[in-house]
């Protein structure tokens, strides 16, 4: 199994609209290294799930229900989507302060490359996210 974190704008697609649909394609990622990481990612990965901009806060846990395919809000195939569908939701939201704070996550890739939407955790990061958030 494999850690991901996810980032998406809660204005635009947030954590409850997630859980209202059950499952959504994560479609419109355009830089290579997050399609990368698209392409990654296995069935029932654990994907955690960050309310970015306006928000700045880890708030639940998606699964990944199918693997990468062709994203068609392009024309160009090799850009790609996967499906996610709603795990648990946090008791409480793991802020970006408090994931700064943490020096156990000084490595993390939200801090290290924070412009980048889709990005790998190693197991400690999940887990100590998971830990603060429940």
Do not use: C
Not at 54 to 72: L, T
């Amino acid at each position: 199994m494999q850690y991901w974190l996810v980032k998406s704008e809660p204005e635009a697609y947030s954590w409850a609209d997630l859980v209202k649909d059950g499952k959504t394609s994560w479609t419109g990622v355009r830089n290579f290294q997050a399609r990368n990481n698209l392409g990654q990612m296995k069935k029932d990965d654990l994907v955690l799930f960050y309310h970015s901009v306006s928000e700045k806060a880890v708030v639940g846990i998606a699964r990944v229900a199918q693997e990468a395919y062709p994203d068609s809000t392009s024309d160009d195939a090799r850009w790609l989507t996967v499906d996610l569908a709603p795990d648990t939701q946090f008791k409480q939201a793991v802020t970006l302060d408090q994931i700064k704070k943490d020096t156990r996550l000084e490595n993390i890739a939200l801090l290290k490359q924070s412009r980048l939407s889709v990005m790998p955790l190693k197991p400690e990061e999940f887990e100590l996210i998971l830990g603060i958030g429940n």
